[in-house]
Structures are given as structure tokens and as C-alpha cells.
């Protein structure tokens, strides 16, 4: 298991805002967190990135606790995030934003570090051709993109996307999902937080549904796919 959550509970002040919850990515492997708004699901992955404090419980990656291991530390190890929002730096270039992703790397003159940024405009074409260009001034869908790539830029073995499909024009929302099996195949494990639970299910090995800050049910995509409680609680009845 390269990801392992135990008994997380997370709170915002006095609120509970995670309890409990117990889960584990196997590693080359797509998982989801699915669930409505307020469910726990950004704060289950800002959690596991380091960005919010644990009250209880622990995080392992790759058998080793980093539950009380800096963000910092954590994207060294192999594990890194596009966050809910995008958070490009809007005055950067895209290019400049694909290099703050891996400033944890030391080999950004090398052609190791030119093959991964290859890898990110093969996976992106768009990102190359808007290289030298303001991420403030690209549309919703290519700084979801770039988000997306700058995350990769860090070499990560497990990356975590949250909503990757929010907000965006339905032209872009097949692309990024179609990307994100791609991501997969050529070897990144993926934990996807997703609104588009139809989509997610749809590619997810594991799936877990948060409700109030708990998981409610756990299996493999097609298994929760396939549930007339899920399909009518999440997918307006469809797969």
C-alpha cells in the first residue's frame, strides 16, 4: 500500500470536519473521494499533503508516518498536489509555474528534468504552446492543465487532484479526465477528490464516499458505479 490513512479525525476549531476515516491507495492505482460539498473531501487531501493539522490518527506513505512531516518534506518523498482552485501564480509565465513545481528538484539543468517537462507538453499541448504566456490571462481550462503539470513537474509517485473538472467548459472536462487515466498509465498512483462522480467512478480501481466527515461506503469504482443508492444520491440516476 503506498498510501495508508488511519483513524484521521481533522478539526476547524471546535468543528469535526474529518472523523475517523480509514483508507489506503494501492500504489499504480486510481482511488476517488467522492462525496457533496462540506463532505471532508478537500480537507481529507490537504491533510495528506501536510496543509492541515491531524487531531488524531496518522498518514503513511510508502511505510513510513508522515503525519507530522512538513509539506515540504512530503512532495520530496514523492507527493505532490493540484489543489481545488487551480492556484496558478498569475503573473508567471506557464513556464515559470511548470518550474515552481519542481523546486524540490536539484536537476533542472539536466536532460532528465527537460524529458519530464517534455512529458507534461506531450500530455499538454497547449501548456507549450502558451509557454512564455501570463497564467493569469489562460482560460479555466488551461490553468486546470497547468495546475495539473506543474504538480507532475515534481516527480511524484502518488499525486493528488481536487476537482479537477470544476468549473470548466464541457469541451475540457473529457480532456482532463482522459489526461488523468493517461497520468495513471504511464505510472503516477492518482487520488482523486471529484464532483463528477460519474467520471471518477468510471476510472477509480477504489472509491470511497464521504459524508459528514466520514466514509459511508467503500469499493471499487464499477462496484459503486453500479448502486441504485449511489447512482441516485450521486449520479442523477447514470454512469
Same mark, same amino acid.
Given at each position: 500500500?503506498?498510501?495508508?490513512?488511519?483513524?484521521?479525525?481533522?478539526?476547524?476549531?471546535?468543528?469535526?470536519?474529518?472523523?475517523d476515516?480509514?483508507?489506503?491507495?494501492e500504489?499504480?492505482?486510481?482511488?476517488? !473521494?467522492?462525496?457533496? /460539498?462540506? #463532505?471532508?473531501? &478537500?480537507?481529507?487531501?490537504?491533510?495528506?499533503?501536510? @496543509?492541515?493539522?491531524? *487531531? +488524531?490518527g496518522?498518514?503513511?506513505?510508502d511505510?513510513k508516518?508522515?503525519?507530522?512531516?512538513?509539506?515540504?518534506?512530503?512532495?520530496?518523498?514523492?507527493?505532490?498536489q493540484?489543489?481545488?482552485?487551480?492556484?496558478c501564480?498569475p503573473?508567471?509565465?506557464?513556464?515559470?509555474?511548470?518550474?515552481?513545481?519542481?523546486?524540490?528538484?536539484?536537476d533542472?539543468?539536466?536532460?532528465?528534468?527537460?524529458?519530464?517537462?517534455?512529458?507534461?507538453?506531450?500530455?499538454?499541448?497547449?501548456? !507549450?504552446?502558451?509557454? /512564455?504566456? #501570463?497564467?493569469? &490571462?489562460?482560460?479555466g481550462?488551461?490553468?486546470?492543465? @497547468?495546475?495539473?503539470? *506543474? +504538480?507532475?513537474?515534481a516527480k511524484?509517485?502518488l499525486?493528488?487532484?481536487d476537482?479537477?473538472s470544476?468549473?470548466?467548459?464541457?469541451?475540457?472536462?473529457?480532456?482532463?479526465?482522459?489526461?488523468?487515466?493517461?497520468?495513471?498509465?504511464?505510472?503516477?498512483?492518482?487520488?482523486?477528490?471529484?464532483?463528477?462522480?460519474?467520471?471518477?467512478?468510471?476510472?477509480?480501481?477504489?472509491?470511497?464516499?464521504?459524508?459528514?466527515?466520514?466514509?459511508?461506503r467503500?469499493?471499487?469504482?464499477?462496484?459503486?458505479?453500479?448502486?441504485?443508492?449511489?447512482?441516485?444520491?450521486?449520479?442523477?440516476?447514470?454512469?
Open positions: 500500500m503506498l498510501l495508508e490513512v488511519e483513524g484521521l479525525c481533522v478539526n476547524y476549531g471546535h468543528i469535526e470536519a474529518i472523523r476515516i480509514t483508507f489506503g491507495v500504489e499504480g492505482s486510481i482511488t476517488t !473521494l467522492i462525496g457533496a /460539498n462540506g #463532505a471532508g473531501k &478537500t480537507t481529507t487531501l490537504k491533510t495528506i499533503s501536510g @496543509l492541515r493539522k491531524v *487531531r +488524531a496518522r498518514v503513511l506513505f511505510g508516518d508522515i503525519t507530522n512531516l512538513p509539506p515540504y518534506d512530503r512532495v520530496k518523498l514523492g507527493l505532490s493540484s489543489p481545488e482552485g487551480r492556484g501564480f503573473g508567471m509565465t506557464v513556464r515559470e509555474n511548470l518550474d515552481m513545481g519542481a523546486y524540490v528538484r536539484s533542472r539543468r539536466t536532460p532528465a528534468y527537460q524529458a519530464d517537462l517534455d512529458r507534461v507538453f506531450e500530455l499538454f499541448p497547449r501548456l !507549450l504552446e502558451r509557454v /512564455n504566456q #501570463a497564467a493569469g &490571462t489562460m482560460s481550462g488551461e490553468q486546470q492543465m @497547468l495546475a495539473i503539470g *506543474r +504538480a507532475l513537474m511524484p509517485r499525486v493528488l487532484l476537482e479537477p470544476m468549473g470548466l467548459a464541457p469541451k475540457f472536462i473529457q480532456q482532463i479526465f482522459s489526461i488523468i487515466s493517461e497520468i495513471n498509465a504511464q505510472g503516477t498512483t492518482v487520488l482523486l477528490v471529484e464532483q463528477n462522480a460519474a467520471q471518477a467512478l468510471k476510472r477509480a480501481d477504489s472509491a470511497h464516499i464521504l459524508e459528514t466527515g466520514e466514509i459511508v467503500s469499493g471499487t469504482g464499477a462496484e459503486l458505479a453500479g448502486d441504485d443508492s449511489v447512482r441516485a444520491a450521486y449520479l442523477g440516476g447514470d454512469v
